[in-house]
């Protein structure tokens, strides 16, 4: 079974044909098709297979699932296991030698096997074959079969209608003519009729690659046609009131972070509207910039935006900016889990300018907020939201000016390369007082042998933190639902609570507030605590099923430590061999989340760093990091270099 993950990136520019005009397709049919999102022709020719299905016959035996040819030498019995459970056998000759092959639930079979019969099966050969697949001889089809898993429509019928559809429509060009040239592309028609009705791997190869190429092309011509509409507009800045209120604060600032506050200043008072990229380590103090840059435009009379991917990190920076700045700037927090009166008298507020400074979540950019001076968007973890979703925040406003925050280390080249339109600026010392955080990596076997460094943490009146890969329970994988039953259990005196991405926003939010307040002893959660929740008394972690996730993340999770008075200890607990443990052990030494960073893009490639979120960069996650570094900077030079008149409508 050949599986490919498809980008989305069609889109089509003719009169939608409607689908009752392929033969077949009735009132009844169109109606499940329109449950599956396919409404016209052209949506049925870009519904594009999931999978394939190599049905090559096997001319010798192969120790894994093959079809064979097949001939039938004694007529079928059924067996009955167990309740719904019925087993159909019979005895067949593959390749010379006389098997008892075996079908589950698949009792149909047995009108249709007779001694004699030609047949094709699909399955492991031994001594004795439990088929996964039976088909009649003339009905069977070699070759590379798609599959479309489609839950009401079977895959012969769909394929039937595709082929109908190509018979009556042309698909039109979307890549630019330079791309297409330089990367010695078919025409998008016959590269999705390709994918439709593959003759070799070779045109699977040739589709996929031309998706690739499409959805990097999109996204670089996307960035273009933003960057050629910036508006022009120079905006007043408040400078000596911004130093004034960082020498207030109750820590003193590092040269970078003072360098950097100075550049995002001067950005602000630049004619042209700055993009500017802002990434640090864990705990450089990447905010604190953003908030006094912001400082300078709110003592004009400005508005300034910070939006979070979670409400319970957008309600963190709010009580941040609340604490630093001792409610100096009217300011509120716009969340989609407030209620309806208290949402439209914020939005009221917003609209009217009596707050200047709005934190807030998606709702941020939603039609239903509007604001009468926004001058400024600050975008924190800024790899979590799509590109269109940070373009409808900075259409908000009047030449709005960009800083996204970056916790995520991200190599310079990489920086530069995906972030072609914006300035990069990396805060490279950490604050005074941060504390050591030291890790160890543990056998998940001998976890509980960890139980005596809770005791001790909890003696000492510090908290912990324990991480697990899912919220329920599984076979494979310690959950939390588990290790929050056996934590109650070993440890029955401690204030224990469970964070994970299943909870209601304002369930969360609560559970962290007590966390931070001291209330809870014990917190089990997921990657929700990885970036920004800043916890004064927290001294131990341990995370479970540690080789599930990248060493980056791994640093960003262990930099909930050491945040303040405590130094920190970290445990992974892992599961695998020698390799596995290799990879961990470099935490133990290494604290430089770029270094680290670079190792997990050179070993498992984009999606752990960038995660699976709604950025689009899940795209990239399965591959080759520097092969598809390459690919986007030769996009970037044809498209720079090309003088064919392109534009984001091109695709």
Same mark, same amino acid.
């Given at each position: 079974?050949?599986?490919?993950?498809?980008?989305?990136?069609?889109?089509?520019?003719?009169?939608?044909?409607?689908?009752?005009?392929?033969?077949?397709?009735?009132?009844?049919?169109?109606?499940?098709?329109?449950?599956?999102?396919?409404?016209?022709?052209?949506?049925?020719?870009?519904?594009?297979?999931?999978?394939?299905?190599?049905?090559?016959?096997?001319?010798?035996?192969?120790?894994?699932?093959?079809?064979?040819?097949?001939?039938?030498?004694?007529?079928?019995?059924?067996?009955?296991?167990?309740?719904?459970?019925?087993?159909?056998?019979?005895?067949?000759?593959?390749?010379?030698?006389?098997?008892?092959?075996?079908?589950?639930?698949?009792?149909?079979?047995?009108?249709?096997?007779?001694?004699?019969?030609?047949?094709?099966?699909?399955?492991?050969?031994?001594?004795?074959?439990?088929?996964?697949?039976?088909?009649?001889?003339?009905?069977?089809?070699?070759?590379?079969?798609?599959?479309?898993?489609?839950?009401?429509?079977?895959?012969?019928?769909?394929?039937?209608?595709?082929?109908?559809?190509?018979?009556?429509?042309?698909?039109?060009?979307?890549?630019?003519?330079?791309?297409?040239?330089?990367?010695?592309?078919?025409?998008?028609?016959?590269?999705?009729?390709?994918?439709?009705?593959?003759?070799?791997?070779?045109?699977?190869?040739?589709?996929?690659?031309?998706?690739?190429?499409?959805?990097?092309?999109?996204?670089?011509?996307?960035?273009?046609?933003?960057?050629?509409?910036?508006?022009?507009?120079?905006?007043?800045?408040?400078?000596?009131?911004?130093?004034?209120?960082?020498?207030?604060?109750?820590?003193?600032?590092?040269?970078?972070?003072?360098?950097?506050?100075?550049?995002?200043?001067?950005?602000?008072?630049?004619?042209?509207?700055?993009?500017?990229?802002?990434?640090?380590?864990?705990?450089?103090?990447?905010?604190?910039?953003?908030?006094?840059?912001?400082?300078?435009?709110?003592?004009?009379?400005?508005?300034?935006?910070?939006?979070?991917?979670?409400?319970?990190?957008?309600?963190?920076?709010?009580?941040?900016?609340?604490?630093?700045?001792?409610?100096?700037?009217?300011?509120?927090?716009?969340?989609?889990?407030?209620?309806?009166?208290?949402?439209?008298?914020?939005?009221?507020?917003?609209?009217?300018?009596?707050?200047?400074?709005?934190?807030?979540?998606?709702?941020?950019?939603?039609?239903?907020?509007?604001?009468?001076?926004?001058?400024?968007?600050?975008?924190?973890?800024?790899?979590?939201?799509?590109?269109?979703?940070?373009?409808?925040?900075?259409?908000?406003?009047?030449?709005?000016?960009?800083?996204?925050?970056?916790?995520?280390?991200?190599?310079?080249?990489?920086?530069?390369?995906?972030?072609?339109?914006?300035?990069?600026?990396?805060?490279?010392?950490?604050?005074?007082?941060?504390?050591?955080?030291?890790?160890?990596?543990?056998? /998940?076997?001998?976890? &509980? +042998? %960890?139980?005596?460094?809770? *005791? $001790? !943490?909890?003696?000492?009146?510090?908290?912990?933190?324990?991480?697990?890969?899912?919220?329920?329970?599984?076979?494979?994988?310690?959950?939390?639902?588990?290790?929050?039953?056996?934590?109650?259990?070993?440890?029955?005196?401690?204030?224990?609570?469970?964070?994970?991405?299943?909870?209601?926003?304002?369930?969360?939010?609560?559970?962290?507030?007590?966390?931070?307040?001291?209330?809870?002893?014990?917190?089990?959660?997921?990657?929700?605590?990885?970036?920004?929740?800043?916890?004064?008394?927290?001294?131990?972690?341990?995370?479970?099923?540690?080789?599930?996730?990248?060493?980056?993340?791994?640093?960003?999770?262990?930099?909930?430590?050491?945040?303040?008075?405590?130094?920190?200890?970290?445990?992974?607990?892992?599961?695998?061999?020698?390799?596995?443990?290799?990879? /961990?052990?470099?935490? &133990? +030494? %290494?604290?430089?989340?770029? *270094? $680290? !960073?670079?190792?997990?893009?050179?070993?498992?490639?984009?999606?752990?760093?960038?995660?699976?979120?709604?950025?689009?960069?899940?795209?990239?996650?399965?591959?080759?990091?520097?092969?598809?570094?390459?690919?986007?900077?030769?996009?970037?030079?044809?498209?720079?270099?090309?003088?064919?008149?392109?534009?984001?409508?091109?695709?």
């Amino acid at each position: 079974m050949i599986k490919l993950e498809f980008i989305s990136s069609f889109f089509y520019t003719q009169t939608p044909m409607k689908l009752h005009e392929i033969a077949g397709i009735g009132p009844k049919t169109e109606a499940k098709l329109n449950a599956l999102k396919i409404f016209t022709v052209e949506d049925l020719l870009l519904t594009v297979p999931k999978s394939y299905d190599d049905r090559k016959i096997a001319d010798t035996v192969l120790d894994t699932p093959a079809y064979y040819e097949a001939t039938a030498t004694s007529l079928p019995k059924i067996f009955s296991v167990r309740r719904n459970l019925k087993r159909l056998t019979f005895k067949a000759t593959i390749l010379g030698e006389t098997i008892q092959i075996a079908l589950f639930n698949q009792t149909h079979w047995f009108h249709h096997l007779k001694p004699g019969r030609s047949i094709v099966v699909y399955g492991v050969f031994k001594k004795s074959m439990t088929a996964q697949r039976l088909f009649l001889k003339e009905n069977f089809s070699p070759g590379l079969n798609p599959r479309y898993k489609l839950k009401t429509i079977s895959d012969k019928r769909f394929r039937e209608w595709v082929r109908a559809g190509f018979q009556e429509l042309k698909i039109p060009e979307s890549l630019p003519k330079s791309i297409q040239t330089r990367f010695s592309l078919k025409s998008r028609h016959d590269t999705l009729y390709q994918a439709h009705f593959p003759q070799s791997l070779e045109d699977i190869q040739a589709f996929y690659t031309w998706q690739k190429i499409a959805y990097l092309t999109g996204r670089e011509l996307s960035r273009q046609s933003v960057h050629d509409h910036k508006m022009s507009s120079a905006k007043p800045v408040a400078r000596e009131k911004v130093w004034a209120q960082a020498a207030a604060l109750p820590f003193s600032l590092t040269k970078s972070q003072k360098e950097s506050v100075q550049m995002l200043l001067d950005d602000l008072e630049d004619p042209r509207p700055k993009r500017r990229l802002l990434q640090g380590d864990t705990g450089s103090g990447k905010t604190v910039v953003a908030m006094l840059s912001a400082i300078g435009l709110l003592e004009t009379g400005h508005q300034v935006a910070l939006m979070a991917p979670t409400e319970i990190l957008a309600r963190q920076h709010h009580q941040t900016f609340k604490t630093l700045f001792k409610d100096a700037y009217a300011s509120t927090i716009l969340t989609g889990s407030l209620d309806a009166q208290t949402l439209k008298q914020r939005l009221e507020a917003v609209q009217a300018g009596t707050v200047a400074m709005v934190f807030g979540t998606h709702q941020l950019f939603s039609k239903t907020t509007r604001f009468k001076t926004l001058a400024q968007v600050i975008i924190d973890e800024q790899h979590r939201f799509g590109v269109n979703q940070r373009e409808a925040l900075l259409a908000k406003g009047k030449a709005a000016d960009l800083i996204s925050l970056s916790a995520t280390p991200i190599p310079r080249t990489l920086a530069l390369t995906l972030y072609q339109d914006m300035d990069v600026t990396t805060l490279n010392d950490v604050p005074a007082g941060r504390r050591t955080v030291k890790t160890e990596v543990v056998p /998940l076997k001998n976890a &509980k +042998t %960890l139980d005596y460094m809770i *005791e $001790l !943490a909890l003696e000492a009146n510090q908290q912990v933190f324990v991480v697990a890969p899912r919220i329920e329970d599984d076979e494979a994988l310690l959950s939390v639902e588990r290790i929050e039953h056996y934590y109650r259990d070993r440890f029955p005196k401690a204030r224990l609570a469970t964070l994970h991405g299943g909870q209601h926003a304002e369930e969360k939010t609560q559970t962290l507030h007590a966390f931070q307040a001291h209330e809870i002893d014990l917190l089990i959660a997921t990657t929700v605590i990885e970036v920004g929740i800043d916890v004064k008394d927290a001294g131990l972690m341990l995370i479970y099923h540690a080789e599930r996730f990248g060493v980056a993340q791994l640093h960003q999770l262990r930099g909930r430590l050491g945040r303040h008075h405590i130094d920190g200890v970290c445990y992974l607990l892992y599961q695998g061999n020698a390799a596995v443990k290799q990879r /961990l052990d470099v935490l &133990k +030494t %290494l604290t430089d989340g770029f *270094e $680290l !960073a670079q190792m997990d893009l050179d070993t498992r490639g984009f999606g752990t760093l960038f995660g699976t979120d709604q950025s689009g960069f899940h795209a990239l996650d399965a591959w080759p990091y520097e092969e598809t570094l390459n690919l986007i900077q030769a996009i970037q030079a044809t498209l720079r270099d090309s003088s064919d008149g392109t534009s984001a409508n091109a695709l």
